[in-house]
């Protein structure tokens, strides 16, 4: 899988002009810095991975499956995390370095703003989507066999708790960038440690009451505590990070967010297709409709992404 999705992104590359080489010269400074630096920024970058080992084994205490259910709950939330979330983040980073190698700090933040803004807009409509369908997307992936309808049922609890941190934990990515672009390897790294403390003490709460299901909200809580402090650093370091824009286009991304998830559920329980169908017709529905919501309330994520396509789209 690594090597398919190091391979698909050649041709891309040499349809820019971009070609790649390889010299082996580990005497080269720049490689001895990128070592240096590797290690605490695969720390501060793995906080969520990290917080997933500490629930999986507190998850081991409890009652048999629960570890089960917290991955396979986990596999789901990972699929629009990575497709959206962590590829948003890996886009922007050279954009945030190139900035502020040129000391363009105010075009630095719009350049944040705008990239938490568009996670927002995917991710928002994403954790709805996952809340509301939970059950029909578990059960159509894993329940056969010994995976019953039970499993279906504690998996979808802990899926919906994992789901109310999408957005805080792609909006980590995003912002741990505007770090490592600054080359402050150190804060972030400093911030996952307390993420991860609040993340232990959480789950040692929650669980009691909660079990597995507490246990995905604990992570889910401790990233949106990460997010809160990272943003609370670059304030005090940059200045206003322009949270005004981004509070007013996440009250649109709310407000097409609901109106879908309105849709979907009256799709899904009202109007149900037999079978899988009812599960694929209620998701391109609330794609539709948040689409279409969007549009009407002038999202600029959304008027961004068409200008972009159509962009693209001259050049071909």
């Not at 719009?110 to 578990?138: D, E, H, N, Q, W």
């Amino acid at each position: 899988g690594g090597v398919l999705q190091l391979a698909l992104q050649i041709p891309f590359l040499r349809n820019k002009g971009v070609t790649l080489g390889f010299r082996l010269k580990f005497s080269h400074p720049g490689l001895m810095r990128l070592l240096k630096l590797m290690i605490p920024a695969v720390f501060g970058a793995a906080v969520y991975q990290f917080n997933i080992i500490i629930i999986t084994l507190l998850a081991s205490f409890l009652p048999a499956g629960s570890v089960s259910y917290l991955y396979y709950s986990d596999r789901v939330f990972q699929f629009p995390l990575a497709l959206f979330g962590i590829a948003l983040a890996t886009a922007s980073l050279p954009t945030m370095s190139d900035l502020v190698a040129h000391n363009k700090t105010n075009e630095l933040k719009s350049t944040l703003s705008y990239a938490m803004r568009m996670v927002l807009f995917i991710t928002v409509p994403a954790m709805v989507g996952l809340a509301l369908l939970r059950i029909p997307i578990v059960s159509m992936l894993f329940q056969r066999g010994v995976f019953t309808e039970n499993s279906t049922i504690l998996t979808a609890q802990s899926l919906f708790c994992f789901s109310v941190g999408l957005w805080a934990v792609a909006a980590v990515r995003v912002v741990v960038n505007v770090f490592y672009a600054m080359q402050d390897i150190w804060t972030p790294v400093k911030v996952a440690i307390i993420s991860i403390a609040c993340n232990l003490v959480l789950s040692l709460l929650l669980m009691k009451s909660m079990n597995h299901a507490g246990l995905a909200l604990a992570v889910s809580l401790s990233s949106i505590i990460n997010l809160i402090l990272l943003l609370t650093i670059l304030r005090i370091r940059l200045g206003r990070l322009g949270l005004k824009n981004i509070i007013h286009s996440l009250g649109k991304i709310v407000i097409s967010s609901t109106v879908m998830g309105a849709v979907v559920y009256l799709s899904y329980h009202r109007f149900p297709f037999p079978g899988v169908t009812s599960l694929v017709v209620s998701i391109l529905l609330g794609i539709i409709v948040f689409i279409s919501c969007s549009y009407l309330l002038k999202c600029e994520e959304l008027l961004s992404l068409l200008e972009n396509s159509r962009f693209e789209k001259n050049k071909v």
